[in-house]
């Protein structure tokens, strides 16, 4: 079983929608919890951290933690087509140096 | 911004060939990351270094080896390729090595081996 669940969609939405991007993880020494976004071919973009329990908000984003229940997940307000990429949770201990990355869920903002 | 650069962007190479990916961190990070992905797979750590030190090392084959130069910036050799060790391969840094969770990455190497 892997650290770090991620369902790999696709996930396909209408412009506009609501987008919910989760992750459960097994690991309670995961401390740092980040959403990356992935567009084809290129490198992971790094777009939101949080380390506690709670809700953290950037503009669209919108980044949900619940280290009780290890599940996390990223929302998307008012998806638009630029959205359209691969989202990947990764989790990090504070120790060891490497990211746990979740397998991404692809996400399709149609017109 | 400046961000983390890798060259080559593509490389191919037949079987039991060497070869050498370079990555220069974003200016003033001192950390650097490697990680390997296959297709449709996520990122798998394979080395890290801070200070020109060995940091960490995740499921780096003996065959790879790698190291940071003075000006901070990576090499990782890959020696006696196989077919398996096609894949993108991103180098990422960080600030410093206490701040793991803000690793930024490059636009990574794309490597095929035939």
């Known amino acids: 079983q892997k650290e770090v669940e991620q369902d790999p969609g696709p996930l396909s939405v209408p412009e506009g929608a609501i987008v919910s991007l989760n992750c459960t993880y097994s690991?309670?020494?995961?401390?740092?919890f980040m959403w990356y976004r992935q567009y084809s071919r290129k490198g992971p973009e790094l777009l939101m951290y949080?380390?506690?329990?709670g809700n953290k908000e950037d503009g669209r984003f919108t980044a949900q933690v619940d280290k009780s229940s290890k599940y996390i997940s990223l929302f998307i307000r008012d998806s638009q087509p630029s959205d359209s990429a691969t989202y990947l949770c990764?989790?990090?201990?504070?120790?060891?140096?490497?990211?746990?990355f979740g397998t991404g869920t692809r996400l399709q903002v149609t017109l | 911004a400046a961000g983390v650069i890798q060259s080559p962007r593509h490389l191919i190479k037949e079987k039991r060939e060497t070869a050498t990916l370079k990555c220069y961190p974003i200016?003033?990070?001192?950390?650097v990351y490697w990680y390997q992905q296959g297709p449709g797979q996520d990122p798998q750590f394979l080395i890290s270094f801070y200070e020109k030190m060995q940091s960490d090392k995740g499921s780096i084959p003996d065959r790879f080896s790698a190291q940071q130069f003075s000006d901070y910036h990576s090499e990782l050799n890959m020696s006696s390729l196989e077919l398996g060790d096609s894949a993108l391969y991103f180098c990422?840094?960080?600030?410093?090595?206490?701040?793991?969770?803000?690793?930024?990455f490059g636009p990574g190497t794309r490597l095929t081996v035939l």
């Open positions: 990764a989790l990090y201990t504070g120790t060891a140096s490497k990211l746990t």
């Open positions: 200016p003033r990070h001192d950390t």
């Open positions: 990422a840094s960080s600030p410093d090595r206490r701040r793991g969770n803000e690793q930024f």
């Open positions: 690991n309670s020494a995961f401390q740092y």
């Open positions: 949080t380390y506690s329990s």
